[in-house]
Every structure is written in C-alpha cells, then in structure tokens.
C-alpha cells in the first residue's frame, strides 16, 4: 500500500506550488518502508528476547510446516520481483519493499527451522536464540536502507556513471576544451536537472559556441530525460605560455592529489607584476589540509616566474569524488 500510494503521489503534474514536481514522493514512500522495517526488527527483538528468558513450548504440525514453506516461496518471488523491477527503474521504495520480502523469508524460515529443531530437540529456548539472531540482521538491513532512502533527500552526489557519461558526451561535440563545475539536482526518478561550465577556445565565434550548446542542451533532454543548464568559457589558446602554465598546473595538482583539478586558468600582466588566476577544485568532504596544498600550488607557480603572484579561488566539486588514495 505505501509503494503504490508512493508512486501516485510521486506521478502528480508539477504545479505552481511544485514546479519541479513530485517525484520525492517516492524516496518518501521509501523511507516509510524503511522505518516500518525497523520497527519489525525492534518487535521480533523484544519478543524473542522475552522467548529465551522465557522458553515456552513450540506446537509442532504438518499444516504450519506446509503453510510455512509456502509462505517462503512466495516471499521469495516476491523479493526477487521488486528487487528486479526496482534496479530496471532505479525505485528506491521497491528495493526497500524487496527488502522487507527478504526479512519476511528470513524470519519465517528462522520459525520453520525453530519448530523442527524444538520439536525434536525439546529445547524451547532455541526458538528465542534463532529470533534474536534475526531480528539482529533485520535492524541491519532496515538501517542500511533508511541511510540508503535518506541520501537523495538529504542531496547525494550524483553517480559515477552519470558523471563519466556527462562529461563524455559533452567533449564529444566539436570545439569543445573542457568541462568542470558539475552540478546534478535529484527531484526525484525522472526529474533531474544539471549544469556545467563547457570549456571553448577564446577564438570560437560565440554564436557557433552558443549553438553548439543549445545542442548539447536539447540532446540530453532528448535522451536522457535531463535538463541541462551550460554556462560558456572562453579559454585563451593563442597564447602558448597560457597553455604551458595551465599543463604544467594541472599536471601538479595531479602529483600532489590525483583528486584535485584546477580550471578557468588566467594571466593578467601588470608594470610589476603578473596576476596568475584560477580555481582550485577540491572534493567534496576533503579531509587533507586545504591552506597546505593551496600554499604548495602557489609556490609553484612563484617557481615559473618570479613575477608571477597567485590568486586562487578554493572551490568545493558537487561530482562524485575520486577514490581516496591508498
């Protein structure tokens, strides 16, 4: 009931309250299911608790193994069922409600075997023992889902995958440099929006950059349903010491962590010195020492030219890190 209620609410038209729609809907429906989940967990805990302080005898039948073992069978369908129909639409409510199916198997499995084992054993309290144990890993599972339902509310990253097929695509077009400033907004399956800065030489005509643009806009909307906002950066290529120092700097942030990048690279030439300018992009949740790497950069830079003073804009990505180094 609280997936297709979810997913109901979640297909509603976007209004003027809503303009991004209402596709959340079914992260929430997710987090439900996720929370019921673990109330279950905490439930068979304190039943199966109170069971091996207080062993009773477990009634032992032909009809309850049978209605047991098929019950299995059917949780098992079922489990395999939304987890495959949740991964082929990316449905965080059905993943969770597979999930559940999964627990339903566990904790009904753990009865048969519990029944079998009492009755011919006469041990009561290994019923409690075996409830114990998987109310144990249902509370697991049933955490690992709530942090898994949470993160798109809470705003995730965006997948690896979406990242490495955003950049691909858009180097793929002609003239295009570069991309950085990556952002993804997730409103919910479906609803996604993106924007980037693409990188083009200073000495492209701006109409030809601007349409080229226009078509990697309406080409990801066409295909992949994402709506993407482009923000157009001149690069200056004519100028060979620009690229010499941009190579150089790129190739040291590499050396000093595979994880930083720097882009929008400018020198400003003055009477008694030369402004060197760029961003200096840093993961998100970087835990190194920012001030350190930062002093590092600019000291390279003095090593080019003794003329050369750095300014530096620190910038955090909104992409998928890297790995962190081993």
């Not at 249902?138 to 950049?167: A, C, K, N, R």
């Not at 190739?251 to 060197?276: F, K, M």
Request: glycine residues 8%; negative net charge.
């Amino acid at each position: 009931m609280v997936s297709l209620i979810g997913f109901r609410l979640a297909a509603k038209a976007p209004d003027a309250e809503h303009p991004y729609g209402h596709a959340r809907y079914e992260y929430l429906a997710g987090l439900v299911v996720s929370v019921t989940i673990l109330a279950i967990g905490l439930s068979l805990l304190k039943e199966s608790a109170l069971k091996v302080l207080h062993p009773t005898p477990v009634a032992f039948s032909w009809l309850s193994i049978g209605v047991l073992a098929a019950s299995i069978l059917v949780k098992l369908w079922l489990s395999g069922f939304n987890r495959a129909v949740g991964k082929k639409i990316n449905s965080e409510t059905l993943m969770a409600t597979a999930a559940d199916s999964r627990n339903d198997v566990l904790t009904t499995g753990a009865v048969l075997l519990s029944t079998i084992l009492c009755s011919l054993t006469g041990y009561g309290i290994m019923d409690g023992i075996m409830g114990v144990g998987v109310a144990a890993f249902i509370l697991w599972s049933g955490w690992g889902l709530v942090m898994d339902t949470l993160s798109p509310l809470l705003g995730e990253s965006p997948s690896p995958e979406l990242v490495e097929h955003i950049e691909r695509t858009v180097m793929s077009y002609p003239g295009v440099l570069g991309v950085h400033d990556l952002m993804v907004h997730d409103y919910g399956p479906g609803h996604q929006f993106a924007s980037l800065h693409v990188e083009f030489p200073a000495e492209t005509d701006p109409l030809t950059a601007h349409d080229v643009i226009d078509n990697i806009e309406n080409d990801f909307l066409k295909k992949d349903r994402l709506q993407v906002t482009i923000h157009y950066d001149p690069i200056v290529t004519a100028d060979a010491s620009v690229g010499v120092l941009r190579a150089r700097l790129k190739e040291h942030a590499r050396q000093l962590d595979p994880r930083l990048s720097i882009h929008d690279l400018r020198i400003v030439p003055g009477d008694s010195h030369t402004n060197v300018l760029f961003d200096l992009v840093f993961p998100a949740g970087y835990t190194g020492d920012i001030d350190q790497m930062l002093a590092k950069m600019c000291q390279f830079v003095k090593e080019q030219d003794p003329k050369y003073c750095c300014v530096v804009k620190v910038e955090q990505s909104y992409a998928s890190a890297l790995p962190d180094k081993k």
